[in-house]
């Protein structure tokens, strides 16, 4: 009876994927349209409300907050020493992503865009152990702050699989090259919360923050790489490469 049973789960299963619609949040773009460089685009920007709170049946998560889970930096030497560890980062803001230069070759379904964030808050905690000039920053407690300007140009390869019959579209990891022009930063409980030394502390820390930043932007890259690369290839595992992009 239970193998019975678990036959027809797998088969209704398997018509689900076979007979799956396309929903009405997303646009489908033919591989013959001239101006499917901004039709794409327009379907990116038709699914950013699901996005920022995830599609539950396509199994896509929610993109914010974004986790940073460790990030830490040791490096200089003794007298010049920068020892900060982060952890649980929360970045917010990714949903408010702003896409453009976006070039697509429908064939290879190669992507080519750049994108940009006019600011994305961050919340976490810290330790830090640092020499910077001649202040030597000693504390651990809660971190927040902000980017300006992030930047990014990304590259979103594929190649095509065959999965019962059907051609489907397979996308590598996703390539981010990020700048991000400032950002902002506090530690909270620097010198156990001295209202002198760490609001101080604080300010010298923003002046020399691009070693903090060299350190995290790997970090950045990667959560969002392996974000939106998961994203994609939830969408395109189930529905067809004709499905996405029909030839008429």
């Given at each position: 009876m239970?193998?019975?049973i678990?036959r027809?789960?797998?088969?209704?299963?398997?018509?689900?994927?076979?007979?799956?619609?396309?929903?009405?949040y997303?646009k489908?773009?033919?591989?013959?349209?001239?101006n499917?460089?901004?039709?794409?685009?327009?379907?990116?920007?038709?699914?950013?409300?699901?996005?920022?709170?995830?599609?539950?049946?396509?199994?896509?998560?929610a993109?914010?907050?974004?986790?940073?889970?460790?990030?830490?930096?040791l490096?200089?030497?003794?007298?010049?020493?920068?020892?900060v560890?982060?952890?649980?980062?929360?970045?917010?803001?990714?949903?408010?992503?702003?896409i453009?230069?976006?070039?697509?070759?429908?064939?290879?379904?190669?992507?080519?865009?750049?994108?940009?964030f006019?600011k994305?808050?961050?919340?976490g905690?810290y330790?830090?152990?640092?020499?910077?000039?001649?202040?030597?920053l000693v504390?651990?407690?809660?971190?927040?702050?902000?980017?300006?300007?992030?930047?990014?140009?990304c590259l979103?390869?594929?190649h095509?699989?065959?999965k019962?019959?059907?051609?489907?579209?397979?996308?590598?990891?996703?390539?981010?090259?990020?700048?991000?022009?400032?950002?902002?930063?506090?530690?909270?409980?620097l010198?156990?919360?001295d209202?002198?030394?760490?609001?101080?502390?604080?300010?010298?820390l923003?002046a020399?923050?691009?070693?903090l930043l060299?350190?995290?932007?790997?970090?950045?890259?990667?959560?969002?790489?392996?974000?939106?690369?998961n994203?994609?290839?939830?969408?395109t595992?189930?529905?067809?490469?004709?499905?996405?992009?029909?030839?008429?």
């Amino acid at each position: 009876m239970y193998t019975f049973i678990t036959r027809i789960c797998v088969a209704y299963a398997l018509l689900a994927v076979a007979f799956a619609e396309i929903p009405s949040y997303m646009k489908i773009c033919s591989r013959k349209d001239p101006n499917i460089n901004n039709c794409v685009l327009n379907s990116i920007e038709q699914l950013r409300g699901k996005l920022k709170v995830g599609i539950p049946e396509l199994e896509v998560p929610a993109i914010e907050p974004l986790v940073l889970k460790h990030v830490r930096l040791l490096r200089g030497p003794q007298a010049a020493r920068l020892d900060v560890n982060l952890t649980n980062i929360q970045v917010f803001g990714p949903s408010t992503f702003k896409i453009r230069d976006l070039k697509i070759d429908p064939e290879n379904v190669l992507i080519t865009f750049k994108v940009g964030f006019d600011k994305l808050n961050f919340r976490g905690k810290y330790k830090i152990n640092a020499q910077i000039l001649l202040l030597h920053l000693v504390g651990e407690g809660g971190l927040t702050g902000t980017f300006f300007n992030y930047d990014s140009d990304c590259l979103l390869k594929s190649h095509k699989i065959v999965k019962n019959n059907n051609t489907h579209v397979n996308f590598e990891r996703m390539k981010f090259k990020i700048k991000i022009e400032k950002a902002r930063i506090n530690l909270d409980n620097l010198f156990g919360g001295d209202p002198i030394l760490g609001p101080a502390s604080n300010e010298v820390l923003n002046a020399n923050n691009d070693l903090l930043l060299d350190e995290i932007k790997p970090a950045l890259e990667d959560s969002l790489s392996d974000l939106f690369t998961n994203i994609a290839n939830k969408i395109t595992g189930i529905f067809t490469y004709d499905e996405l992009f029909p030839n008429n």
